[in-house]
Structures are given as C-alpha cells and as structure tokens.
C-alpha cells in the first residue's frame, strides 16, 4: 500500500527558513525525492534521500529518517522565486513512482 | 542536453477525434512515464516503459493508448476522450525505471482540451 502526507500550505517572509514535511507509508521503500513545481510549468528534481540523514543542495537541504518513515525539505535564505508547490515522492522497488499531494509554499516579501 | 521536449503544446480536441501526444528525449533514458494532471493536483502516474516495453498500466481506460517506437521516442495516442480527461499530460524520463527513478526529467506539457 501507499500514503502520503504533506502540508497542503506553508506561507512564509523573504530570507526565511521553512521545512515542509512529508510522511509515507510505502510498500518496498527505497528512498525518497522532492520536487518542484512553479504554476504552469513542469516539475523540476530537487533533492533525494536514499540514506537517512541529511543531504545538503545549495540552499535546499532534504533529510530522511527510514525508522519514522519521514522526510522533509528544508528551504534556506527563501526568494520569492521558491514561491511553488513542493512535492515529496517515494521511490519502491515495486517499480512504480507516486507523488505526494503537494505543498503549496507561499512566499512574501 | 537534459531536455524532454513535447508536443503540441495546446491541444483542442472533439470527442470523436483520434489525436496524438509526442515526447522525446536524447539522454539515454531507458524509461519513460506518462503522467496526467488536473489543476491543483499533483501528476498522477499513468503509463511506465521501460527499454521500450510497456512496465506499468496504471488502469488507465483503453481509449490512452501508449506506443515507444524507440528508446528517445514515446506517444500516447487519444480516441474517444470524455471531457474528463482535459488536463496536463506530462512526459518525463529518467536514466532507468525503479530504484533508477527518483530523478525524472520533465517535458513542459501538452494542455489538453476535450470538448
């Protein structure tokens, strides 16, 4: 089986830091991915965790822990370009590839 | 050239008509999805190929009809559609499917319209 849970919305100032958190219940779980998607245009990859820990891009950093079956996105320094919906997405090994239902962030000057 | 390019951007179509949707890629991806999705919704995962053979149907109705006649190459042809079925159809391709898939690389789209 599969479930995913995400904040449906995160509002937030310039130069803040926001965490959007996801939690899953997935069958087969290998790791998991973020993306992002600005209004009108396709998803971009961000960040993926295999391990548990915390992997570091630039001003977005993604963290899992396997054992609490959790994972988050953590936004640093935010623009009003990061203003988007992020969406966390399991990897199995069943094969198959689901996206959770979005947070929409909302950034502010 | 880590593009996915797709077409047409905007389609129209009657609900009688066939059409079809293209995507390519020349990355060396050996998979390649079709996804749908309606506004405010995340994409949902429709179709999977994998080295050009179909993987995953997600019980998608007979009238989506998938097609890979090579490995940059991945249609997905349209007859009888319901309104229902205007969305965004999203392309995208990553380096293997499975554990290979957590890095996929969209196309920009088609924004289908069924009337």
């Known amino acids: 089986g599969q479930s995913l849970e995400q904040p449906s919305e995160v509002t937030a100032v310039e130069g803040a830091i926001v965490q959007i958190n996801c939690t899953y219940q997935?069958?087969?779980?290998?790791?998991l991915s973020w993306y992002q998607q600005h209004d009108g245009g396709a998803p971009t990859f961000l960040s993926y965790?295999?391990?548990?820990g915390l992997e570091e891009t630039g001003r977005f950093s993604s963290f899992l822990s396997r054992s609490d079956s959790y994972g988050y996105l953590l936004l640093q320094e935010l623009q009003m370009k990061d203003s988007a919906s992020y969406f966390c997405a399991p990897v199995d090994n069943f094969n198959k590839f689901y996206f959770g239902s979005g947070t929409k962030l909302n950034v502010k000057p | 050239d880590t593009e996915v390019t797709q077409t047409p951007k905007h389609l129209v179509m009657g609900m009688t008509n066939k059409k079809s949707l293209k995507c390519e890629q020349h990355m060396g991806h050996r998979a390649m999805y079709w996804y749908k999705q309606k506004a405010k919704k995340p994409p949902e995962l429709m179709f999977v190929?994998?080295?050009?053979?179909?993987?995953i149907n997600e019980s998608v109705p007979s009238r989506f009809s998938p097609e890979c006649p090579n490995s940059s190459l991945l249609n997905l042809h349209l007859h009888a559609l319901q309104p229902e079925d205007s969305a965004l159809y999203l392309c995208a391709s990553s380096q293997e499917e499975g554990v290979g898939s957590y890095e996929q690389y969209f196309g920009p789209g088609t924004r289908l319209t069924v009337t």
């Open positions: 965790n295999a391990l548990d």
């Open positions: 997935t069958s087969g779980f290998y790791g």
């Open positions: 190929y994998s080295y050009e053979k179909l993987s």
